[in-house]
């Protein structure tokens, strides 16, 4: 179909805007990643912007040297296989009933479920329940405080009910299936593009996540490396509040500043890896739990 002047003029204004809001949104990731492997005193002169700088690879050295940051990275990636698991059974043993038109009471229990959403106990109260059950300064308070999103679970359970055919199912019990049986092989292999959707949404909570190791954990052997990050974040701005005369001061910040960079892409970087992956599913996966219903 052919495009007047003025849909060709508004076409390339689209382009130009949505080129302009992408490299808003990449700069910031393309300029830790140059500044990390730069010399970080260029880096703390403001002399790397666009291309890198004297190469350094000191922050991925003393970062690799680090054994208390790898020791963080190795748990981040504990808790965010750990969890993501866990909140995938959760969701899913929640969504299901809920999704089931003869589950008797379903509109009940879907009120209380949503009800915690937008009302909790709060901190404190939160805190001396995690006390009185003994998981302080433990594996499971990194896991099972966040093992539901009710979302996540309310995106899954419109997915159950507007994209896996109720057909299909009705065969399958006057098969002889069970809810179970129905379950664990009609909707779920049906059911790949909310799975990745909620592998994703789970997965980067979990990795991100640094509340709650700062209020529940005190062992410095279970912080996961958001904490080691923020540390080093912390002590570069207190370090950037005085007087760096002192030649060991100076070096110590700049340290800190490549090790801050190259913490950042290690970071980031299991996160990017597995985005690629989920895509496909991630997409479709977003517009029919999201939308339909």
């Not at 089931?100 to 509109?107: L, M, N, Y």
């Not at 979990?206 to 080093?232: G, M, T, V």
């Not at 340290?255 to 479709?284: G, H, R, S, W």
Request: aromatic content about 12%; hydrophobic content about 50%; some cysteine.
């Amino acid at each position: 179909m052919a495009q007047s002047r003025g849909d060709r003029v508004v076409e390339w204004m689209i382009y130009a805007a949505l080129g302009l809001v992408s490299l808003v949104v990449l700069y910031p990731v393309f300029f830790v990643g140059i500044a990390s492997i730069s010399n970080p005193e260029n880096v703390m002169r403001g002399e790397v912007w666009l291309w890198p700088k004297n190469l350094s690879l000191v922050g991925y050295e003393r970062l690799f040297a680090n054994s208390e940051l790898m020791k963080g990275y190795g748990n981040t990636l504990l808790y965010t296989v750990a969890g993501t698991l866990l909140n995938l059974v959760m969701t899913i043993a929640a969504a299901y009933p809920l999704s089931r038109p003869d589950f008797r009471g379903r509109t009940v229990f879907t009120i209380l479920i949503v009800f915690t959403m937008f009302f909790s106990g709060g901190m404190i109260p939160t805190y001396l329940l995690i006390k009185d059950l003994g998981m302080l300064d433990t594996f499971w308070v990194m896991i099972i405080p966040s093992a539901l999103s009710v979302w996540n679970m309310l995106i899954m359970k419109t997915f159950f009910q507007n994209s896996i055919p109720k057909e299909i199912q009705e065969a399958a019990f006057m098969d002889g299936c069970s809810n179970m049986k129905v379950l664990l092989r009609i909707v779920l292999p049906l059911s790949g593009p909310v799975l990745a959707v909620m592998v994703l949404f789970y997965a980067v909570g979990h990795w991100n996540s640094y509340f709650n190791a700062l209020i529940y954990l005190s062992d410095r052997d279970k912080y996961p490396l958001q904490l080691f990050l923020r540390e080093i974040l912390v002590q570069g701005q207190m370090q950037e509040m005085v007087d760096i005369s002192d030649d060991s001061l100076a070096r110590s910040m700049m340290d800190a500043e490549a090790i801050k960079y190259a913490a950042v892409i290690i970071t980031n970087l299991p996160m990017l890896i597995l985005y690629p992956f989920l895509q496909k599913y991630f997409i479709k996966g977003v517009m029919i739990g999201a939308v339909k219903g």
